[in-house]
């Protein structure tokens, strides 16, 4: 079963605006990462926050964990047609499994010009 | 860096074939992993590697056998092929690092997969 729901499901927005996606997970996690997949691409990494911490911020982009309520949400500002693509959250867990993420159902982002 | 790839890029296969999707990293990392991703979902872990000669089932290993016989290469078998595996294949690898978790994962291009 998956870990992570993001919501929306989809979101569209005009450039310019900025962009916030939810992301819901249930067990205790190590860290949480925010991926990006562009239509028919793999997916490529964009930032991750350790349980530990509670904002985060990667040009743009503005990540915050709440591990009280197990909830994580990123930030696009001032949004680019290019930002236009699906986002994931995925959970880690214990170092000893690096290899196990476990991601949310995704969020389509569309930036209308 | 070539990072992660993955070949074949497209496949269709009839019911009952068997397959190896191959995938290699050149980044020395010790971690490598299979997802299936299925229209309208996030990525389903399928098996992973913690490295050479140690593979885990993730959460949908039916159906599918890996092995890893060395760092680079991580390939996946599909033994024999169902319609319910026509999905989207990638591979991801990740560098293990000492203290807190720094799995940072690095995908490849995707396999496109049909199963008629």
């Known amino acids: 079963s998956q870990q992570g729901e993001e919501d929306p499901q989809a979101l569209s927005i005009q450039e310019g605006e900025n962009a916030t996606m939810n992301c819901s997970y249930k067990?205790?996690?190590?860290?949480l990462q925010w991926y990006r997949q562009n239509s028919g691409r793999g997916l490529v990494h964009l930032i991750l926050?350790?349980?530990?911490?509670r904002e985060k911020h990667s040009g743009r982009l503005r990540v915050t964990l709440d591990t009280s309520k197990k909830s994580s949400s990123l930030l696009i500002t001032a949004s680019r047609a290019a930002d236009t693509a699906s986002y994931f959250c995925?959970?880690?867990?214990?170092?000893?499994?690096?290899?196990?993420?476990?991601f949310g159902e995704g969020t389509q982002l569309t930036v209308n010009p | 860096n070539a990072g992660v790839t993955q070949t074949p890029k497209f496949q269709v296969l009839k019911t009952g074939q068997s397959m190896t999707l191959q995938c290699a990293q050149d980044?020395?990392?010790?971690?490598m992993s299979w997802y299936r991703q299925d229209p309208g979902m996030g990525l389903r872990l399928i098996h992973y590697?913690?490295?050479?000669?140690?593979?885990d089932q993730g959460e949908v290993p039916n159906g599918y056998n890996v092995s890893r016989s060395t760092t680079e290469d991580f390939p996946l078998r599909l033994l024999s092929a169902a319609p319910s595996q026509t999905s989207v294949y990638f591979c991801?690898?990740?560098?293990?690092?000492?203290?807190?978790?720094?799995?940072?994962?690095?995908f490849g291009p995707g396999t496109r997969l049909t199963v008629l």
């Open positions: 991801a690898s990740s560098r293990r690092v000492a203290g807190l978790a720094r799995n940072t994962q690095y």
């Open positions: 067990t205790s996690i190590n860290n």
């Open positions: 926050i350790r349980s530990n911490e």
């Open positions: 995925a959970t880690g867990g214990e170092e000893t499994s690096g290899s196990r993420l476990t």
């Open positions: 980044m020395n990392h010790e971690y």
């Open positions: 590697s913690v490295g050479a000669g140690i593979t």
